[in-house]
């Protein structure tokens, strides 16, 4: 596949739709829609030379035998969902202030240690080059209702069992999904 152009298509507050146009190794033109949290894609380099755009909480408590998790209203499928704490980052932020501030926003839970930081992903890479920071790490306090009238959030911990069972009829963000499958099981 041979990149070509790419030529934006509509500019939203909060992201980007662009069209890409490739040739294929037959020499067939390939238009290719995506959509994406920079307003200034202008090149090649510009899909994949990005920084983060958002960090990703695996938050587990101080035992390591519950796991945090969002039940969340998500507008794109009109539908609650379990998910992950997650969040933008805001310009300037580290992501430890970022992860720090959506814990606390989303959660009211205090941010206690982040024990990794995994290397930038693409968090839906059929359609965008949005990408995040997945941190793992531990926390503490009471939960609170997100801060935000914009979301709707509950948090709850969950046990391995309890998450054995949600997963079995309950719809989830792909990621939280298979970290979840996998978490409950060791």
Request: proline residues 2%; charged residues 25%; contains cysteine.
């Amino acid at each position: 596949m041979q990149y070509r152009n790419i030529q934006k298509i509509h500019q939203g507050k909060y992201i980007t739709r662009y069209d890409i146009t490739y040739e294929t190794e037959n020499g067939n033109p390939k238009n290719y829609e995506i959509v994406s949290r920079n307003p200034n894609l202008h090149n090649e380099n510009d899909l994949h030379d990005n920084k983060a755009d958002a960090v990703v909480m695996i938050i587990h408590d101080k035992t390591g035998e519950k796991i945090l998790l969002n039940y969340e209203y998500r507008m794109a499928v009109s539908e609650w969902i379990y998910n992950f704490p997650a969040g933008l980052m805001d310009e300037g932020e580290t992501v430890a202030m970022s992860a720090e501030r959506e814990l606390r926003e989303e959660t009211g839970l205090q941010l206690v240690e982040i024990t990794e930081e995994w290397q930038a992903s693409y968090s839906a890479v059929g359609f965008s080059n949005e990408k995040t920071v997945v941190i793992v790490g531990t926390a503490e306090g009471t939960i609170q209702p997100s801060d935000s009238d914009m979301e709707e959030i509950v948090a709850h911990w969950y046990t391995k069992e309890e998450i054995r069972q949600l997963l079995r009829n309950k719809v989830f963000a792909s990621r939280t999904q298979a970290y979840c499958a996998v978490w409950s099981r060791i």
